[in-house]
Nanobody
Framework: DVQLQASGGGSVQAGGSLRLSCAAS????????IGWFRQAPGEEREGVSC????????YYTNSVKGRFTISKDNAKKTVYLQMNSLKPEDTAVYYC??????????????WGKGTLVTVSS
């Protein structure tokens, strides 16, 4: 079975850091682009970051550039999202997802359950 297990969420104060992990199983991890998405209460889900298969191209939405870093460990089949200088507006449920496409899109092939990040001011 395909599984994407996100973890690492929690509650932090503004300026703090968290590292999210997305552990994958049940599919050819190396062949898939893996992305992080988030959804805040009352908001639409947005793409936060993506790391592509093959060339390892990384994407960040503008609001997190310079603060978040995505990385992957193929041996562990895990993708990480290091989040620094967190802001209250980063508060959301964070999801990881996978696609066989080279780049992440809104229509990912597999989705994991989310992990809640709460940033207090």
């Amino acid at each position: 079975d395909v599984q994407l297990q996100a973890s690492g969420g929690g509650s932090v104060q503004a300026g703090g850091s968290l590292r999210l992990s997305c552990a994958a199983s049940g599919f050819s991890f190396d062949d898939y682009a893996i992305g992080w998405f988030r959804q805040a209460p009352g908001e639409e889900r947005e793409g936060v970051s993506c790391i592509s298969s093959g060339d390892g191209y990384t994407y960040y939405t503008n609001s997190v550039k310079g603060r978040f870093t995505i990385s992957k460990d193929n041996a562990k089949k895990t993708v990480y999202l290091q989040m620094n200088s967190l802001k209250p507006e980063d508060t959301a449920v964070y999801y990881c997802a996978a696609t066989l496409m080279q780049r992440c899109t809104r229509n990912m092939d597999f989705w994991g359950k989310g992990t809640l990040v709460t940033v207090s001011s």
